[in-house]
């Protein structure tokens, strides 16, 4: 079973740019879909983007399309999210997550449907 741990999250300021990794370890990286989730103080984690394990399939959250970019690197064992033109309602922990799947193509953006999940990491922009 894969194992993910997240990094690069930290403070950044209304309009700047972050990008997470997510590594993976333990598993056949390249045959798992990977998807990122987001979870503000108070609120439901909430879908933001993700991968089929070909990488040729991305589905991303309304709320962050055309801003943030999800990408893979089979080679380290690494999913990433490159977060752009960040704002406050941006602020949350961050957690990627990962199924096995068996269509290359598949993306999946409902939290149930993945069985690994990083620990977070913390996104906060400061308006």
């Known amino acids: 079973q894969v194992q993910l741990v997240e990094s690069g999250g930290g403070l950044v300021q209304h309009g700047g740019s972050l990008r997470l990794s997510c590594a993976a370890s333990?598993?056949?990286?390249?045959?798992?879909?990977m998807g990122w989730f987001r979870q503000a103080p108070a609120n439901e984690r909430e879908f933001v983007a993700a991968?089929?394990?070909?990488?040729?399939?991305?589905y991303y959250a309304d709320s962050v399309k055309g801003r943030f970019t999800i990408s893979r690197d089979d080679a380290k064992n690494t999913v990433y999210l490159q977060i752009n033109s960040l704002k406050p309602e941006d602020t949350a922990v961050y957690y990627c997550?990962?199924?096995?799947?068996?269509?290359?193509?598949?993306?999946?953006?409902?939290?149930?449907?993945?069985?690994?999940w990083g620990q977070g990491t913390q996104v906060t922009v400061s308006s």
């Open positions: 997550a990962a199924r096995f799947s068996i269509t290359s193509t598949t993306v999946y953006y409902a939290s149930h449907l993945y069985d690994r």
């Open positions: 333990g598993g056949t990286f390249n045959r798992y879909a």
């Open positions: 991968m089929s394990w070909s990488g040729g399939s991305t």
